[in-house]
């Protein structure tokens, strides 16, 4: 009996459109974590449910056909997700438009079989399915099983304790590709306690069934998988859904709908929570700078601050949000002066004044805004030491700005991090991935792997742009924490979603790393600036295909490259050297640097300097004399020839021949020529440099023809003329 795994369904994005009449996202708006309202799309999405959204997706809410996703302006793509269909990018023509309503229109393909997905879900995990002599498995208990139209008779069973086996039949219709059976339950006897955490006026629905009341918040149900709905507001505005698992234990749920809001700014001051139509009562109507409130809908809320005009501000709170570091601006006097608004003209001392006088009464706002001043260069009022002394005073009230300026300004590292970790402490996304990054490469601190990853985490939730490939980094290179190639690869993915560049490359260099040359090339190529760890895996790729010119063109792009290229570069360098001998050289010279050892490289760039860089030259034949290279050696004693150390030069020369380096007699022979170093004899010179000759010495060659043209001897200079070409 074989075990088989149904494949998911491709949706079919049919088309999208702005609407322009709906007035939805406006008349029943959501704003992001920062204040500002969102866009609204509806996904027409017939026959399933149970269908999630990915990306910046702020709320979903599903109704019969639909899904509504509010999602925050500047929106590009989501990710359309279901256990029965293939993961679908769902990719807008244009950034989306707060306030703005749109519809995409989505549609499972035609039937291109005489089967049809059968979705069945049943109330264990594990649980296996037999139907037609086949056995399905689950882990989630629900399986999607493509069948034939018609009747089928089906086994369903578990290995868990207390469950029995259900046997039965289904009818599947086939006019669809996919097919929602009716829920298939295992008999159970054994019995589990479920005690419920759910707001007052909450409606509660337990496997589709309406539940009235609860004793004490609790009810016996039988063991095994249960969905639990909630849903509070006029008309259920507000609703969740959970599968909650009964199987081996009595559980306790929290099926409360309110999300909760922490206002971190402006600090030291009040602010009072209204609600707007058909918004839940708040927990408390007067909250405080950092204090927290739980609330579900959309409200006003109202600043008090003193010396500061009044402020509003609009927020929607959905089901289960989490917005801890809210922000809403205030403006004084000072402030109309600085920037010129509200019907005054822009005057730098009648702002400084303003300042100032709230800034001597301890106004944490105004010694910030009186230290931007002073720090600003067309105030003509600069005082760089009157404004750290503000920017101080306002950090030690805990003004979140003050202090990532002041870690901005200072110069000393440990200081910077102390300032950046009290804001991230504070509720600063921003501060909280600097720190984490800090801490990740012992910046200001000691390196600690797991405090990184624990903030990358937190300001991952707050969308701060590099923490999820940061986060896919630590799990890739295994910093702190076991390596994980498929953790890395889902974090790097979900940065790459929600716009990280950075991470699409990261994910493709990861890819490329781990065998998967060819898919990892494509994304590489497609990079405007590539890195340099890009650059090396392309022009690695390259140089594994034999395409030398493109290897090059990769590797001479890269600033730092990794040590384990030192042979590749030389090897390019041997290829180039015929025919581009300055870029194989800089070559040569980079493979060096990376520590590769290789003879040829130190010979060839001696040679290379001995009329440039004599210093440079002597370095490099040392390293291959070292090695007692014969040819490298016959260069240093043409270096010491050119240093007029003529012993020197005698001495290497005989060196290079010993060593079977025979073109060294032209060198030789030349001294003897003129008795440099060695007594002359002219008879010598000319015996040497023949045997140079015979070794296709070109030097000895020219050296013959040139002493025997002196000599009127024109058969000699025929023979070594011929010899020559």
């Known amino acids: 009996m074989s075990v088989l795994k149904s494949k998911g369904q491709e949706v079919i994005i049919k088309n999208f459109e702005e609407k322009i009449s709906d007035l939805q996202a406006r008349t029943n708006p959501r704003t992001d974590r920062n204040g500002n309202p969102c866009a609204l799309v509806k996904v027409v ?16 809410k599903h109704i019969t056909g639909e899904y509504h996703v509010y999602v925050p302006e500047g929106t590009k793509k989501i990710k359309l997700r279901h256990p029965s269909i293939l993961p679908t990018d769902i990719v807008f023509p244009f950034p989306l438009v707060g306030k703005h309503t749109y519809q995409v229109t989505a549609l499972l393909p035609q039937k291109t079989s005489s089967q049809t997905v059968a979705h069945i879900v049943t109330n264990v995990k594990n649980a296996q399915i037999v139907i037609g002599g086949n056995t399905y498995e689950t882990e989630t208990g629900e399986f999607n099983i493509p ?151 959309d409200y006003k809320i109202e600043v008090k601050k003193n010396n500061y005009s009044k402020s509003m501000s609009s927020i929607s709170i959905g089901v289960d949000d989490v917005v801890d570091n809210y922000r809403i ?15 005054r003209q822009k005057d730098y001392k009648k702002a400084y004044k303003e300042y100032k006088k709230l800034a001597d009464k301890g106004d944490d706002i105004a010694q910030f805004r009186l230290a931007c001043l002073l720090l600003d260069n067309s105030s003509n009022i600069y005082n760089e030491t009157g ?37 991230a402490d504070l509720g600063n996304s921003l501060a909280q991935c600097i720190v984490a990054d800090m801490y990740l490469n012992g910046i200001g601190t000691s390196a600690n792997y797991k405090e ?42 979900q940065a790459a979603f929600e716009g990280d560049m950075l991470a699409l490359e990261s994910e493709a260099n990861m890819n490329y790393e781990n065998g998967k040359h060819d898919e990892a090339v494509q994304v590489l190529l497609s990079l405007e600036k590539p890195s340099d760890r890009s650059l090396m895996n392309l022009g690695n790729y390259y140089y594994n295909k034999k395409e030398y010119s493109a290897a090059v063109n990769y590797f001479e792009r890269v600033n730092n490259l990794d040590k384990e290229y030192g042979k590749t ?34 010979r060839r760039i ?73 007594e002359k004899n002219e008879e010598k010179a000319i015996e040497y440099w023949k045997i140079a000759a015979t070794y296709n010495s070109k030097v000895a060659i020219k050296n013959l023809i040139k002493y025997y043209k002196y000599k009127h001897n024109q058969e000699e200079i025929n023979k070594w003329i011929k010899r020559l070409n």
Request: proline letters at 2%.
């Open 329 to 343: 601006e205030v403006y004084s006097k000072g402030d109309d002066y600085y920037y010129g608004s509200n019907g």
């Open 45 to 60: 999405l017939p026959v399933l449910e149970g269908a999630t959204f990915e990306g910046w997706v702020i709320e979903t």
């Open 147 to 297: 069948l034939e139209k018609g009747t089928h008779n089906y086994m369903l069973k578990t290995d868990i304790d207390g469950f029995n086996e259900q046997a039965g039949s289904f009818f599947i219709k086939g006019d669809d590709v996919i097919e929602n059976i009716e829920p298939i339950y295992l008999p159970t006897n054994e019995k589990r306690f479920l005690t419920l955490r759910y707001e007052k006026n909450t409606k509660l629905k337990i496997d589709g069934k309406e539940v009235k009341k609860l004793k004490d918040d609790m009810i016996q149900l039988t063991a095994g998988l249960h969905k639990i709905e909630a849903c509070i507001g006029d008309g259920d505005t507000w609703c969740k859904s959970e599968i909650v698992d009964l199987t081996y234990q009595d559980q306790t749920f929290d099926m409360s709908l309110r999300g909760s809001l922490c206002i971190v700014y402006p600090t030291n001051a009040e602010f009072k929570i209204i609600p707007e139509k058909g918004a839940l009562k708040p927990s408390k109507t007067k909250v405080k700078t950092g204090e927290k409130v739980f609330l579900l809908g």
């Open 606 to 678: 001696g040679n290379y300097y001995l009329k440039k860089d004599k210093n440079k030259a002597y370095d490099f034949l040392e390293k291959a004399v070292e090695l007692n290279d014969p040819e490298g050696t016959c260069f240093m004693g043409y270096y010491y020839e050119q240093e007029l150390n003529y012993f020197k030069a005698v001495e290497y020369y005989k060196r290079a021949i010993n060593l079977g380096y025979k073109k060294a007699y032209a060198y030789i022979g030349t001294l003897y020529k003129n008795g440099n170093g060695v």
């Open 569 to 602: 570069l030389a090897d390019l360098a041997d290829k180039m050297y015929e025919d581009d001998k300055i870029k194989a050289i800089s070559f040569y010279e980079r493979s060096a640097e990376l520590g590769f050892e290789y003879v040829t490289s130190f």
């Open 452 to 493: 990184a990853l624990t903030r990358f985490l937190i300001a991952a939730e707050d969308h701060q742009e590099n923490a999820l490939r940061s986060i896919g980094d630590i799990y890739y290179y295994g910093m702190g924490v076991p390596r994980n190639i498929e953790l890395a690869r889902k974090y790097y993915s």
């Open 387 to 423: 404004a750290m002394v503000n920017l101080k005073k306002s950090a030690a009230q805990n003004n979140p700005d003050a202090i990532m300026l002041l870690a901005k300004l200072s110069n000393n590292l440990n200081e910077s991090f102390e300032y950046y970790l009290k804001a």
